[in-house]
Structures are given as structure tokens and as C-alpha cells.
């Protein structure tokens, strides 16, 4: 009657249904089953604990899910009266304890695996061959990032490493909570003010790898992105020698200052200032990117201070650029 | 103003209605418990609906990549109010409601211990929600700092505006509102239970809510602490979490965490609760493992005291630290896995009615497992640094909040509502919005997974990514909308069956515990007669009592 013919069309739906998933699955790559493909030694054990806690938590799932459906369908009423009483069992100490017992095992392999790996994933080698890791500070500042090489040379939401060369990155922020996050080269670690966190990773191939704020930290917060170029040793030379110092004013202008007020100048979420005679006034210009600026009316009026905690010559490179490019009004202001 | 007149010599008072009898100063005044339980559930279920509505308002900016629905600001308002409204103002005042209602019935008690207490913690609750809505007027609009408002950036100087300042305010009033009711609970726990009644015969849900509020009386106290010292950040000028003046960011965020945390399983452990009352009914047996349940409740109670700074895994403690929290948080994973287990084991070889109580409760079983299998992820910390603050934690806590917390709700809705109205829902619309809301729930939420580990940031407004996160991003949008017509349906149903739904007796789903006794709705003293409490199961007794006599 009804039941055989219904329980094949569930089997036949259920075999359907997975092997469209598993397409779909083969057909996208990982398709965000497992994290993005790592690119650093550290990435790639955070990667492989995954992996590992894959594998108990879809036993579990199958286990749970699978006895659910199977009780659902196995007991449902079938015509029996409301009123009728399942075997009225009350529990069972010995079964009790031991599925109180299993999810301990389980967890306990699932720590082990983790802590085996942590030293690999958390600790900065001291890659003695290569003379030691390259040091990078970073500084998070509302909507940028910032990136200080062991030379003093700065560069802005762009990091340049050599590949293949260990990094350690020291990471400060100069106003609100953020966090520095390459999926591709580990976890994330926070920028919080007053306080200061580390992460290492040695990127195995060149390329550009994609970094985001991963805390949020206010109206740009999705726009707040880094890149991270990982190139030839003899690129970077060039990098921080002289290429990054060349380009800091169009660089700042283009981090700091374009994603609000616009690459002209022109505005958009902030006001238009390819005219402000402030531009062309280093005195007061600094003191408005050191302090920002706070007003409740009107409150669209806030800036954040971009440029605290700037070197001269980050200032000195920005009121260059300014002056050059961006300035549109009366030369007489200046 | 003749207030007497006088008949054959006897002084007679003319009957003059109290002004408290009227129709709605009767609510405004009233103390009974069962009413003030319906005024929480129903303001609940109010601010339940805004908060969907802010959320499918985000679900439509981030259908398509560079979509231009709402603004920035906008969609950070909306972020932040609708995780305040579902915390704050949905869940832990449902379950204030639904206990408000059932505690003092199931317990065999005539009304809360402070009726009076129980009015003004309502009224409390109610001012702080209103408050909250109104912050969308002040200078600035709403708050925008996200629902745990991290300093600096909910500080004076980069959140300019009251928003930040009346969000303080709504969560003292919904806080105090809290503290009180949670007072009430244990005071009428202890206290009031009906001859018989010991510790092990209460029902599950009344442990729960007992767990719940101590909870509360334990943690509120926490973010009042660290939400007063953040307005006084902002108004006095002092600066206790602004780090180059000398205060510490970071404090802020175990003040906060260290509420956080226990409010999750405030959220949870009523569902819970719910759920235990649920499944055994309709699956015509015991509870399976009363005892395992009621201490793997007060376990957790403990445990999720102690796992608070695994919100807080990249921040940079000391790796001890990181493991203590790591290993804590897992080890919270075996008392509920416990009651998962023990739910499962009461289906089995049961007579399972698909009532669509029951439905809701399955349905929870099934999704919550999901949340409590990705929360393991999380609880490792080297993965948490991977996976911390994308879609793949907005997706885990909507398995574990929404799964739980609203499934366990409209398992609740659906099982007590013959008792709270005398009339049954409609249970044709209720499995179609059942399924309505499963399915789009797991459209919706599922892809959120894949695309936090995609590498989707939460609490971004926009992406520009193409490919696989249009996908995912647009599938979630339309599970959304499923969602919501799911939810519109349960609207539809209270209306419909409000006048023609057919009519409860005492005890439509021969159920276990004491508020099936009384009549539905129950009458304002609760019982005539209590009867005495001989097990956990005390109306299944009576039943077999009644049934022997009759076969003598």
C-alpha cells in the first residue's frame, strides 16, 4: 500500500538531493566546506585542525540525525490511538553514562590534535637561516592599514614580503578596535588600542593574498582591506629602498583620504575638499589628521585621526601629493 | 456624586465599577500573573517582528554584491538594534512571559510571590524596548556600534550622538526589568510549590527557569557594571575604557563577555525546558533520564559561568588562558549533549505524535544539534582565529539562538496556547509554517557557514565579490523571505482561530504536569484544589487514578 511506495520516493529524493550536493561541492572546489587553501605553515595546521574536528563532529552529526529520523519514522503513531503508551522507561544509569562518557573521548582527541599543533600555529620560528623573521609593525587606523618595514620605510594597505621568508607582525591600533586577518596566512589577532598582539606567517608562493578588518570598527569597516604582495627577495629590496617612499603621497591620499572624501576630492560619504584652502596649510592640516575632528551637529562633520601617531615624512609626503595633484582652488591660499 | 441612596431606611453603596475594570486599565493595573505572562509574551512577540523586519532589510542589502538598498550607517544601525531587540527584548522576556504564566500553574501556586515586583519588572521591560525604537530619532540615529558596543568605538569621541546613550538606557530598564523578574521566579520556586512537590518532581521547565534566573540575579549586575561605567565614559568625562588617558579597552570586553556568555544559555536553557515538556507528551512516555536532565541543567548553568573569554580568543591573552577557556567551553558540550541524547532515547519505541508542538520540537533537536557541532569549531581556538567574527559565527549563533530559542518559543506557542487562550491554534497552518520556517531557516543560515569560511567579514555592509558569495549571499536572502512568510502565517492563525478555533478542554494533549488541571483559560485563583504531588508526572497519575475507579 502507500508506505513501500512513499519510503522509495524518500530514498530516491535522498540520493537525488546528495549527489546534487556533491556536484555542486566538486564543481565549486572547497566551495566553503573548509577554509580558504592556506598559504603559510600556520594557515595550514589552523587548516588541518578543521579538518580533524571535520571528521568527529559528521560522525556525530550522522550518529544524531540519523537516529532521529530513524526513531521519527520508526515510531510514528501508525493508526495507534492517541491515548496509547510507549513502554513507560523511566532511564537507563549504565547507557547514560556512557554517552556522557564518549563526547568526553571525543573531545579529548579533539583537544590533543589541536594542542599538538598549537606550537606550529602560535609560536614565531626563529628561522635562524634566514637571519632571523622580518619584523613588520602594523597599525590599524580607521579605515586603514598601515605598515612600517624594518628600514622606517611606511607603506599603506599594501603589505610587500619577500615569499617564502618568515614575518613576524606586531600589531597596533591608533584608535577603535580592529583585527589583521589574511585568511589565507592564519587567524585573525586584534588591534586594540593600549594593548598589543603578534601572528607570524612566510608565504609559500608570490601573489597578491586579500586581508580584511575583521573587527568592526565603523562606517568603512567593509572597506577597510589589505594586500598583502608576496615577491621575489630583489622586488621587495626595491619595495622598501625606494618604490613605497616614491609612492607614500599618492598612496596615503588613496588610503587615508580617497575612500571618504573621493580621488578627486570631490566627496562622497565625506564632504567635497578639492578646494579647502586646508589643504594647502601643513600647520592646521596636521593638527586636524592628528586630533580628527568630533562634532554633534552636524554629526555627519566627523573625521577620524588618521594620522595619529604619523612621522614628518609621512606628513611631508601627503602635503606634496596634496599640493600637486588633489588641490583645485587658488594657489593664493598656500 | 450621590453615591449612596437611601432604600426603606437601609443604607445601600450603589455598585459603581472600579476604574481599574476597564478594558485596558485592567491590563495597565492588572498583577495577575497569568496577565502580566501575556502582556511580556505579546510586547515580546512585537519587538520579535521589528527585529525580523531589520533583519530582512539587511538580508535585501546584501542580496547582490555593491547593492545601494540602505546606507552604510543605516545598515549598522540595523545590525546593532536587531541583535538588541532578538536578545533583549525577544527572548529573555518571552520566556519571562511564558514563565510569568506557567511557573505559579505548574507548581500548583495562586500567583507569583510579588505580584506587584512582577507588574513593574513588565513595565520596566516595556519603557526599555520603547526607548530603544525611539533612539532611531536621536541626533545620530540609533546606535551603531554593534549589540556589544566595544569601546573605544562606542566612546563620546567616535560615536557622536545620544543613540550610543540611549541604548545604555534601554538596557539598564531591560536589565533591572530582568534582575526583578528573576527575583520573583526563585523566591516563587522555593517557595510555593504544592504539597508534594520536591526538587525532583518539579518540571523540567521550572528547573530551567530556576537556572535561568539564578543566571540572571549572577551576571546582570556584570553589564550594568560595565555599561554605567561606559556612560559615565561619555557624559562625565571619566575614562575607564579609553586607553590613552589610562583606562583599558579590553576591560570592557570581560565585563561584558562575562554577562554575554551566561545570557546565551539564559536564551537556551528555557527552550530546553520546553523542549522537555514537549517531546515526552507526544511521544507518550517519560522523560528519559529526569535526573540527568535536571543536573546536566544546573551543569551548564555552572560551566557557561566560566567560559566567557572564548568571545574574546584573538584578542591576545596568555595561551593558558586560551586553553583554560578552550577546554571549559568543550566540556559544556557534554551536559548538552546529554539532554540531546536523553530527548532522543525518550522518542524511542514511543507512540510519536507529529502534533505541531511536537514538530517544533524535532525541529529544534535536529538544527540545534547543528549549532552545537559548528560550536566546537569555535571552541578550538586556533580554528576560532580563522573563522572568529565572519558569517561562519553569525551562522553558529543562529542554529544555536534561532533554532533553539525560537523553535523552543513556538513549540511553547503551540503547546500552551489551548491552555493560555481556550482555544486550539490551527494545526493545518501551523505545519505550514513549521516547514516554511524550516526550510527557509536553513537556507538561509546554512550558506552563511560556507561563506564565512569563504572569508566574508560579519557587520560588513557590501561585498564586491562575485561567483560563489553572490550565490550564497543570495540563496540566504531568499531563505529570509521564506522565513518571513512563515512567520506571517503564525499572525494569520492567532487571528483566525481567536474567534472560531475550536474550543481547549482542561487537557488537549493528556499532558503531565499540574497546568493542565485547571481550566483553559485558568480562572484568576489558578485551582480550587490542589491535588497532592506524588511524582514528577502528577496529572498521567490522576488520569490512572480516575481510569481505575471507573473499571473499578
Redesign the interface.
Known amino acids: 500500500m502507500p508506505p513501500p511506495v512513499r519510503r522509495k520516493t524518500f530514498v530516491l529524493l535522498l540520493v537525488l538531493g546528495t549527489a546534487l550536493a556533491l556536484t555542486a561541492v566538486a564543481y565549486?572546489g572547497?566551495?566553503?566546506?573548509?577554509?580558504?587553501p592556506p598559504h603559510s605553515p600556520n594557515?595550514r595546521?589552523?587548516s588541518d585542525?578543521?579538518t580533524w574536528?571535520s571528521i568527529?563532529?559528521l560522525a556525530?552529526?550522522v550518529v544524531?540525525?540519523g537516529?532521529?529520523l530513524w526513531?521519527?519514522f520508526k515510531?510514528?503513531?501508525r493508526g495507534?490511538p492517541?491515548?496509547?503508551?510507549?513502554?513507560?522507561?523511566?532511564?537507563?544509569t549504565r547507557?547514560?553514562l556512557i554517552?556522557?562518557l564518549i563526547?568526553?573521548l571525543i573531545?579529548a582527541a579533539?583537544?590533543s590534535y589541536?594542542?599538538y599543533?598549537?606550537p606550529g600555529?602560535?609560536d614565531v620560528p626563529a628561522a635562524k637561516a634566514e637571519g632571523g623573521p622580518l619584523k613588520v609593525r602594523v597599525d590599524a587606523h580607521?579605515f586603514y592599514w598601515q605598515f612600517t618595514y624594518p628600514n622606517g620605510t611606511v607603506s599603506i594597505d599594501e603589505l610587500h614580503v619577500p615569499v617564502n621568508r618568515t614575518v613576524r607582525v606586531d600589531i597596533f591600533s591608533q584608535?577603535?578596535?580592529h583585527?589583521w586577518?589574511v585568511?589565507e596566512l592564519?587567524?585573525?589577532?586584534?588591534a586594540?588600542?593600549?594593548?598589543?598582539?603578534?601572528t607570524w606567517f612566510k608565504a609559500d608562493r608570490s601573489g597578491t593574498y586579500?586581508g580584511?578588518?575583521?573587527?568592526?570598527?565603523?562606517?568603512?569597516?567593509?572597506k577597510m582591506a589589505a594586500r598583502v604582495i608576496a615577491e621575489p627577495k630583489d622586488s621587495y629590496e626595491a619595495w622598501v629602498t625606494h618604490i613605497a617612499h616614491d609612492s607614500l603621497g599618492r598612496s596615503e591620499w588613496a588610503g587615508v583620504c580617497a575612500k571618504c572624501h573621493g580621488f578627486q576630492g570631490q566627496g562622497g560619504?565625506g564632504i567635497a575638499i578639492e578646494n579647502s584652502s586646508l589643504l594647502v596649510q601643513p600647520q592646521s592640516l596636521r593638527q586636524l589628521l592628528v586630533n580628527?575632528r568630533?562634532?554633534?551637529?552636524p554629526?555627519s562633520n566627523?573625521m577620524?585621526p588618521v594620522g595619529r601617531g604619523w612621522t614628518d615624512d609621512q606628513f611631508r609626503a601627503l602635503e606634496q601629493y596634496l599640493k600637486a595633484v588633489v588641490y583645485k582652488g587658488t594657489q593664493s591660499g598656500g | 456624586m450621590n453615591a449612596s441612596e437611601h432604600i426603606v431606611g437601609v443604607t445601600v453603596e450603589r455598585y459603581r465599577p472600579d476604574w481599574r475594570q476597564g478594558r485596558v486599565a485592567s491590563w495597565i493595573t492588572t498583577v495577575d500573573h497569568k496577565r502580566i505572562g501575556i502582556l511580556y509574551a505579546v510586547t515580546s512577540l512585537v519587538f520579535f517582528a521589528a527585529g525580523g523586519l531589520l533583519a530582512l532589510l539587511m538580508r535585501a542589502q546584501l542580496a547582490t554584491p555593491n547593492e545601494h538598498f540602505i546606507t552604510r550607517n543605516s545598515y549598522n544601525e540595523l545590525f546593532t538594534i536587531h541583535g538588541t531587540v532578538m536578545i533583549f527584548l525577544f527572548i529573555v522576556p518571552f520566556w519571562a512571559g511564558l514563565a510569568n504564566f506557567l511557573v505559579p500553574l505548574m507548581i500548583g501556586a495562586r500567583d507569583m510571590a510579588f505580584p506587584r515586583l512582577n507588574a513593574l519588572s513588565y513595565w520596566c521591560f516595556l519603557f526599555g524596548g520603547v526607548t530603544l525604537f525611539l533612539s532611531f530619532f536621536a541626533a545620530g540615529g540609533a546606535s551603531k556600534s554593534g549589540w556589544y558596543a566595544y569601546p573605544p568605538l562606542s566612546e563620546k569621541f567616535f560615536s557622536p550622538g545620544n543613540g550610543q546613550d540611549l541604548w545604555i538606557l534601554s538596557l539598564h530598564l531591560v536589565a533591572i526589568s530582568s534582575l526583578l523578574g528573576a527575583i520573583n521566579f526563585i523566591c516563587t520556586i522555593h517557595n510555593m510549590r504544592a504539597p508534594g512537590m520536591s526538587w525532583m518532581r518539579i518540571p523540567l521547565f521550572v528547573w530551567a527557569i530556576e537556572i535561568y534566573s539564578f543566571l540572571l540575579v549572577l551576571v546582570m549586575p556584570v553589564i550594568g557594571v560595565g555599561l554605567t561605567l561606559l556612560l559615565l565614559d561619555r557624559q562625565v568625562g571619566t575614562h575607564f575604557f579609553l586607553p590613552d588617558q589610562g583606562g583599558n579597552a579590553l576591560l570592557y570586553q570581560h565585563l561584558f563577555w562575562f554577562f554575554g556568555h551566561p545570557e546565551v544559555y539564559i536564551i537556551i536553557l528555557p527552550a530546553m525546558g520546553v523542549i522537555s515538556e514537549v517531546i515526552p507528551v507526544f511521544s507518550r512516555k517519560p522523560i528519559f533520564g529526569y535526573k540527568a536532565i535536571a543536573f546536566s541543567t544546573v551543569a551548564i548553568g555552572f560551566y557557561s559561568m566560566l567560559v566567557w573569554a572564548h568571545h574574546m580568543f584573538s584578542v591576545g591573552l596568555p595561551t593558558f588562558l586560551n586553553v583554560f577557556f578552550m577546554l571549559s567551553s568543550m566540556v559544556i558540550a557534554v551536559p548538552t549533549g546529554v539532554k540531546i541524547f536523553n530527548w532522543l532515547a525518550t522518542t524511542w519505541r514511543g507512540n510519536l505524535i507529529f502534533d505541531t508542538a511536537m514538530l517544533w520540537a524535532l525541529g529544534f533537536v535536529a538544527l540545534f544539534t547543528i549549532g552545537g557541532l559548528s560550536g566546537i569549531f569555535l571552541a578550538a581556538f586556533p580554528v576560532d582565529w580563522q573563522v572568529t567574527d565572519t558569517y561562519y559565527v553569525v551562522a553558529h549563533m543562529h542554529y544555536v539562538l534561532f533554532s533553539g530559542a525560537v523553535f523552543g518559543a513556538f513549540a511553547g506557542l503551540f503547546y500552551w496556547w489551548p491552555k493560555v487562550f481556550g482555544r486550539m491554534l490551527d494545526e493545518g497552518l501551523g505545519k505550514i509554517q513549521f516547514w516554511l520556517v524550516f526550510i527557509g531557516f536553513n537556507l538561509t543560515f546554512f550558506p552563511q557557514h560556507l561563506l564565512g569560511l569563504l572569508g566574508m567579514p560579519r557587520r560588513n555592509y557590501t561585498y564586491d565579490q562575485h561567483g560563489l558569495w553572490l550565490v550564497y549571499n543570495l540563496v540566504s536572502s531568499i531563505g529570509a523571505g521564506i522565513m518571513a512568510i512563515g512567520l506571517v502565517l503564525f499572525l494569520y492563525n492567532v487571528i483566525k482561530t481567536t474567534r472560531s478555533g475550536r474550543r481547549a478542554t482542561n487537557d488537549p494533549w493528556l499532558a503531565d504536569t499540574l497546568e493542565w488541571y485547571t481550566m483553559s483559560p485558568p480562572p484568576p485563583h489558578n485551582f480550587d484544589r490542589v491535588p497532592y504531588v506524588t511524582s514528577a508526572r502528577p496529572l498521567r497519575d490522576l488520569r490512572r487514578r480516575l481510569a481505575e475507579a471507573e473499571h473499578g
Do not use: M
Request: glycine residues 10%.
Open positions: 565549486a572547497n566551495g566553503g566546506f573548509a577554509p580558504e594557515a595546521r589552523i585542525s578543521y574536528i568527529f563532529t556525530i552529526f544524531v540525525e537516529s532521529l526513531f521519527i515510531y510514528r503513531r495507534r492517541r491515548t496509547a503508551e510507549g513502554p513507560q522507561i523511566h532511564g537507563a547507557l547514560e554517552w556522557t563526547p568526553v573531545l579533539i583537544a589541536v594542542f599543533k598549537l600555529i602560535e580607521q584608535d577603535v578596535d583585527s586577518w585568511p592564519g587567524g585573525k589577532f586584534d586594540i588600542p593600549g594593548q598589543h598582539t603578534h586579500r580584511r578588518c575583521g573587527e568592526f570598527c565603523g562606517v568603512f569597516h567593509a560619504y580628527g568630533n562634532t554633534t551637529k554629526i566627523y577620524p
